[in-house]
């Protein structure tokens, strides 16, 4: 090699799947939340381009940086097998058809973009373009269902909107575009509507929430935090038996719920990010002391790295362990 660095990178990350390869063989995915990909073929900002596709990238950050544990894929037909698969479906642009079927049967969706889901919503009454909403904003109604907007009044988005009609109350209310300048006359007409930018609906046995402007492209975008607390708000309001995972790792720890079913194993992997930079990627930054709450029943957690066990609490369908320290990577083996 004329070059040995990447050698070096590399040796520690294949020494430890050579001394673990058993945990690397038949996973599947633990995830109850599914995040859908592929399904808008609109052409919108989000739906390709140079960077891909920016709502669904923007959505998978949100998940990953909150600790959601999901799972990828663009094929519904499990909804006709076994539609208890998941407890909830995240579309970031538009929703299909077929998911109208599985809220009827008591499933739970949150939708996203200005692309018209096609299930069963209010009247459409515009279809807002992305240059129109320069200096919108988003006005925060009910701070009950987006506990994590508690300080915030204002929520900026710029991006097209697809307005309904509207039903009940709003979470959130549209702020039309209003002065920019001069600096003593912004936002002097300022005014309120009824407009909604959030719509929730019992549907059938299930619930949907319908964010209808494309948060997830904002986010890639311009990675606002309340942009991320508003997806994490509704992600709560829509589980049914809670968060799968809950921990205080940093943001920038992702973690993956896998499961070896003939060995009667759950993993919990850890990935320190924290090196990251854009295209440039340095030593992570030692964490440690990660608590994680599990949900479910085990008996043991086996820190892998360390080849030893962590002590385990249970309370309230949770099981508790504290990964004391997190290098670059590491498992956590449930039993």
Not at 188 to 209: F, I, N, R, S, V
Not at 270 to 275: E, P, Y
Request: glycine share 8%; hydrophobic share 35%; charged share 25%.
């Amino acid at each position: 090699q004329n070059d040995g660095n990447a050698v070096k990178g590399a040796r520690p990350a294949f020494q430890f799947h050579k001394d673990h390869e058993d945990l690397y063989v038949r996973q599947e995915s633990a995830a109850r939340v599914l995040l859908l990909e592929g399904q808008d073929a609109g052409g919108g900002r989000g739906a390709g381009g140079r960077d891909g596709d920016t709502s669904q990238r923007g959505f998978f950050r949100i998940l990953s940086e909150q600790h959601i544990p999901f799972a990828m894929m663009s094929d519904l037909s499990w909804i006709d097998k076994d539609p208890s698969r998941f407890d909830l479906v995240i579309c970031p642009r538009g929703a299909p058809a077929a998911l109208d079927r599985y809220l009827r049967q008591g499933g739970r969706v949150l939708v996203a973009g200005a692309t018209k889901p096609d299930l069963d919503l209010p009247p459409v009454v515009k279809v807002w373009k992305r240059q129109e909403t320069r200096s919108a904003y988003w006005r925060v109604q009910d701070r009950a269902l987006l506990p994590s907007l508690k300080d915030t009044d204002l929520v900026f988005f710029y991006s097209d909107y697809l307005e309904l009609e509207p039903r009940g109350k709003a979470g959130l209310t549209l702020v039309p575009p209003s002065m920019v300048g001069p600096m003593e006359k912004v936002h002097e007409d300022m005014k309120d509507t009824t407009k909604p930018g959030l719509y929730l609906a019992d549907y059938g046995k299930g619930k949907l929430a319908y964010i209808p402007w494309d948060v997830g492209d904002l986010y890639y975008r311009a990675s606002a935090v309340y942009h991320s607390a508003i997806v994490g708000d509704l992600v709560d309001y829509l589980l049914p038996k809670g968060r799968q995972l809950k921990t205080n790792a940093h943001p920038m720890v992702e973690m993956t719920l896998e499961q070896q079913k003939q060995q009667g194993r759950t993993l919990v992997h850890f990935i320190n990010l924290s090196g990251s930079s854009q295209t440039a990627y340095h030593p992570a930054i030692p964490m440690s002391n990660i608590q994680v709450d599990v949900a479910g029943n085990f008996s043991s957690a086996r820190m892998v790295s360390a080849g030893r066990d962590l002590p385990i609490k249970k309370a309230g369908g949770y099981v508790t362990f504290t990964l004391p320290s997190l290098d670059t990577y590491d498992v956590v083996v449930l039993r």
